[in-house]
C-alpha cells in the first residue's frame, strides 16, 4: 500500500471568525511560519506526488504565502465555505488522473506528526480517519466504531445523547484512494443539522459500497486546532517548549532555553551554544560549535562551524557567515557573505556585500548600498582592513590585502595592497580651545 503515490489536500478556505482577524487564519503565524506551513511540511515527509491547497477567505494572501512556503503546490479555489466534504470536492479537477492514496489535513492544524502521517498513509484500508481519545470531546465529530472497524463519523451537532458520550475524536485527517473519493464525493449530501457538504459522510458512503474503513490513533496534542488568538499563543508555547528540547536532545547548549524562540524550519548543529533571548526567524542554520551570545535576531541566514555572533547582532535574510567569522555586538549583516575568518566586531551595517577572509571589518563601518531607488554592491578582498568609521558608497570595490583609513568615505575602487584614505585633513590651532571656552563661557555669563 505503502508504495502508491500520495497526493495532499489542505483545507484552508475557512475564514477563521473567532480570530477576529482581517488576517485569513491559516496565514497566522506560529513558530515565524505561517499555520498553513506546519501542514505543508508535515505532509511533505509523506514525498506527495501534489499538493493542494484549498483557498477561500483571503485566497489570493493564501496563495501568495503558499507560493512562499512551498513552491509545487497548486491552489483550487472555494468560493463559498459549504464544508469540509465540499471543500475537497473543489479539489477534485486538479486530482484528474491521479490514482493514488488521497490524505486530506487541515491548515489550522499544525501538530500532526510525520510519524502520524506515515502510520496513516501506510494503513491498508479503503479509507483511513486519523482519531483520539479526546479529554474533553466537546464539539468534535464522534466516531462510531463496530466490531469490523469504523461505521461513521457523527457530527456533534447531529448526534445523539448517547453519540456525544463517545470519547473516540474524528481529527480531521483522512487517507482513501482517489478513485474512491471521486467516485463517492458527488453524493454527498448538506442534510444535516449545519447544512454543510461534511467530508466525514464520505465514511458511511464508503461503508454502504462495501468498503473497508479504519481509525488510525494518534495523540490528542497532535489534533489541535487553532480557533482563536488564545488558542495560537498557547500553540506557540507549546511549539517552542517542543523545538527547545528537540535542540538540546540533538546536542544545542541552550543557557536559558526558555528566552530562545525557534522557528518552524531552524537547523542548529550539536555542540552549539545559543545564549539568552536568541529569536530566530524562518530559515536559519547554525553549523556545530558556532555560538550565538544573548539577544539576537537571526533570519534566513547561515552560520558556520565555528563562529561567533553578537551579543545583540542581527543577521537578516542572505547573511553567510563562513568558518570562524566573528560578527560582534550592534552589528547587522544582510545579502552579504562573509568568507572565512571575517571579523565585524562592532556597530556595523554590511549589506549587499561579499567579504573575502581574513578581513577585519572596523567598527562603525557602513555599506552605503542603497542610494533611494536601487540597491549597489560591495566587494571588498581578502585579508583586507577596513578602518573604523569608513562609508562604502557602493557601488565600490576594496581589494586583496588592502586598508582604508579611519573615518574614510570610499566612492572609488581601492586595488589590491592600496590604501585609501577619503576625509578632510586635519587643522589643529594651538591654545584655541582654552580660549574658545573662555570666550564661551564669559557670554553665558552676561
Ligand atoms: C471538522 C470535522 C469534525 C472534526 C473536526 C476536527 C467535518 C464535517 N467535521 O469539524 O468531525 O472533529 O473538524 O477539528 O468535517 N474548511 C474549508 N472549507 C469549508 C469548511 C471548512 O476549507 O467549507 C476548512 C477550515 O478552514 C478548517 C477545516 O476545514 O481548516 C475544518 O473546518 P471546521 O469548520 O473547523 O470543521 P469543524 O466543524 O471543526
Ligand atoms: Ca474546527
Known amino acids: 500500500m505503502r508504495d502508491k503515490p500520495v497526493a495532499l489536500i489542505v483545507l484552508a478556505a475557512g475564514q477563521g471568525s473567532r480570530m477576529q482577524s482581517d488576517l485569513p487564519k491559516v496565514l497566522h503565524r506560529l513558530g515565524a511560519v505561517p499555520l498553513v506551513g506546519h501542514a505543508l511540511a508535515a505532509g511533505r515527509s509523506l514525498d506527495p506526488e501534489q499538493v ?55 491548515g489550522d492544524t499544525p501538530f500532526i506528526g510525520e510519524d502520524t502521517l506515515a502510520r496513516l498513509a501506510g494503513h491498508d484500508a479503503d479509507v483511513v480517519v486519523l482519531g483520539f481519545e479526546a479529554a474533553d470531546p466537546g464539539r468534535y465529530g464522534r466516531l462510531v466504531v463496530s466490531g469490523n472497524g469504523l461505521e461513521r463519523i457523527v457530527e456533534y451537532k447531529d448526534a445523539t445523547e448517547a453519540e456525544r458520550d463517545i470519547a473516540l475524536c474524528n481529527s480531521g485527517v483522512m487517507a482513501l484512494d482517489a478513485d474512491l473519493l471521486r467516485a463517492l464525493i458527488g453524493q454527498l449530501r448538506a442534510e444535516n443539522a449545519a447544512g454543510e457538504y461534511y467530508l466525514t459522510d464520505l465514511v458511511a458512503l464508503a461503508r454502504a459500497a462495501g468498503r473497508r474503513v479504519d481509525v488510525v490513533t494518534c495523540d490528542e496534542a497532535e489534533t489541535l486546532g487553532i480557533n482563536t488568538r488564545v488558542e495560537l499563543a498557547a500553540a506557540e508555547t ?17 543557557t536559558d532555553p526558555g528566552t530562545v524562540w525557534f522557528a518552524q524550519d531552524t537547523v542548529i548543529g550539536r555542540d552549539a551554544v545559543i545564549g539568552p533571548n536568541v529569536v530566530f526567524g524562518p530559515g536559519v ?15 534566513g541566514c547561515h552560520v558556520s562551524a565555528g563562529a561567533t555572533v553578537g551579543p545583540f547582532a542581527r543577521l537578516r535574510p542572505g547573511a553567510e557567515l563562513g568558518a570562524d567569522v566573528h560578527v560582534g555586538n550592534f552589528v547587522e549583516i544582510k545579502n ?26 572596523g567598527a562603525g563601518t557602513v555599506t552605503c548600498n542603497y ?3 536601487g540597491k549597489h554592491r560591495t566587494e571588498i578582498g581578502a ?27 570610499i566612492t572609488e575602487d581601492v586595488p589590491d595592497g592600496a590604501l585609501a584614505i577619503g576625509r578632510a585633513r586635519q587643522v589643529t590651532k594651538p591654545g584655541l580651545a582654552l580660549r574658545l571656552m573662555a570666550a564661551l563661557k564669559l557670554k553665558k555669563g552676561k
Open 52 to 106: 493542494i491547497v484549498v483557498a477561500g477567505h483571503g485566497a489570493d494572501l493564501v496563495r501568495k504565502a503558499v507560493a512562499k512556503l512551498d513552491p509545487d503546490a497548486q491552489i483550487a479555489l472555494q468560493e463559498q465555505q459549504l464544508g469540509t466534504g465540499h471543500a475537497v470536492q473543489q479539489a477534485m479537477p486538479l486530482l484528474e488522473g491521479f490514482g493514488g492514496r488521497v490524505i486530506v489535513l487541515y
Open 238 to 254: 507549546a511549539f517552542q517548549a517542543r523545538a527547545r528540547a528537540a535542540a538540546m536532545d540533538n546536542g544545542v547548549t541552550l
Open 285 to 299: 542554520t547554525v553549523e556545530s560549535g558556532a555560538e550565538i551570545l544573548p539577544f539576537c535576531h537571526l533570519e
Open 336 to 361: 552579504t557573505v562573509l568568507d572565512e575568518g571575517v571579523k565585524v566586531g562592532h556597530l556595523t551595517y554590511l549589506g549587499d556585500a561579499h567579504v573575502g577572509e581574513a578581513t577585519n571589518i
Open 371 to 373: 542610494d533611494g531607488v
Open 383 to 409: 585579508r583586507a582592513f577596513i578602518g573604523s568609521d569608513t562609508m562604502l558608497v557602493a557601488p565600490v570595490r576594496v581589494g586583496n590585502d588592502a586598508m582604508t583609513g579611519s573615518g574614510s568615505t
